[in-house]
């Protein structure tokens, strides 16, 4: 098995989605998979599909046939109660029954309705389903921006639990943690955009005005950096922390940084700017609630980050497909020479990033804009002298920071897709939790190896907490797993409600980057939360109309930039996935190959 972690050296953005069916394949003991890829004894089902529009409720419905006998039609209706018209049946194809030792009871099961999220379009969906046993599950999909929503899963019968290597202790209920009075809010920030941009120094010396790093340490930093002729980078190394990094002064792996206001905690993510790097980035952004977007004003450096093909345009596509809800856009360097606060170039690099920004999918309402110059601080903190501008009257970046509202779920079932993995007094874990909460003595299991463990300890920042709540970025030190059986890409959750593997589907894409043509046998690298694994179209299946968003009878032989297409894709290993709708983090994913 290889590292979930293992990327190509090429991986170029590839794909997005609007609305997709997603076709999930597990397999029976007899097509012995491994188990990390759903084998193990489970039986095979496979799924049909067709598709109509319109609907707005999902009802589904199907029958399981309590004896060994060809398979059923089982009509399922995403979207509404009406069943699926005669003429809207696809041909389907009469699977084999699977052998059984003796009849399974007929499985009572009672739909559950529920609206769908605000999508573009809703599907029906027909199964053929071959099951007695085992899993049955309704994927609804939507890829957007080069990502991929998954918004339906229906298990029929309950995943099994194993047994735990830790002594199991009652599971918290969901409507038993909420966040207490007093308790500060917790926002991730990620820092983006080209090389040279002015990321690092930005984020230390936000650090520094929030007392974060004392005087002492930046005078420190000052006399070492002056010593190496790199006097202008000292604020960088409150986040450049490795001797590489500082240096050459760029940023190689996304650093992290923590502060406080008096309204929120914060988490900064520092992320690399260089192209080489944009997979770290990715790493980085799926973590995050909010993009801080730094561009240069300084003559030239506009122009080679955003113009000619700087990572500004990729760094802000990257941001939305891995689910940064807010953008806050950011003209640094404005105290430089060549600009001086000048509002007719603050006004040229805006009216050259705005539309680009639109156009990846950000509504007005989710972007704010204004001056800074993260060197000399001028507007992180502090409101701009009118003596130095005296055009801008907006919100200071910290004040912005601090009143922006982030809507967060904080009951649900634990998810905490692992970013980092330690040895330290046991296996420590970091990631962020996007639902749910985890408390010190839980018992967890790590998806998608079934592995159990209890939480010793839940360190934030520098000090340790006995409850952590969705949107925390924190440590677990677990107790019962080695630290080579945990992998960025594993999710940490509930015993009583794992999260799902796959390891195949059926999407909706949308290639919005690339050169050649697409043809079935297509590979990429697949980054969705904290994991990357290396993925395979395996078939073109129908071309999607982008006027009526009807799809074509036949299968297309090949697709190139600009297509919407619904294909299969098969994972190399089992990654975990869940529904777009509930859990939007765990439900998007991007695909990417030579290196964009």
Known sequence: MSDCNNTSPTDKTLAESTNAALNITDTAASSKKPAACGGGGGPAFNFKSSFNFGASEFVPTWSVPSTPAPAKAVSLSLGSSKPVSEAAKPVLETAKPLPVAAPAPKEENV?????????QTTWFLRFL???NHGYQFIYNAMIAVGCCAIYYVYPVVPTPVPAPVAPVIDEPEEEDIRLGEGVK?????IFLGHVDAGKSTMGGHILFLTGMVDKRTMEKYEREAKELGRESWYLSWALDLNQEERSKGKTTEYGRGYFETEQRRFTIIDAPGHKTFVPSMLGGAAQADVGVLVISARKGEFETGFEKGGQTREHTLLAKTAGVKRLIVVINKMDDPTVQFSKERYDECVGKIMPYIKGVGYQKADIDIMPVSGFTGANLKEPLDSAVCDWYTGPTLLYLLDNMIIDRKYSGPLMMPIADKMKDMGTVVLGKIESGSVKKGQTIMLMPNRRTAEVTAIMQEDSEITVAMTGDNVRVRLRGVEEDDVMSGFVMCQIKKPVHSVCAFEAQIAIIEYKSIMC????????IHTAVEEVSITSLIHMIDKKTGR???HPPKFVKKGDSVIVRIDVSQSVCAEPYAE???LGRFTLRDEGK
């Open 551 to 553: 799809k074509s009878k």
């Open 520 to 527: 079935a046998g297509y590979s990429a690298v697949m980054h």
């Open 129 to 131: 389903i071959n099951s």
């Open 111 to 119: 739909a559950k309705k529920g609206t769908i999220s605000s999508v």
């Open 185 to 189: 809010k917790h926002l991730n920030i």
């Open 583 to 585: 859990y939007p983090q």
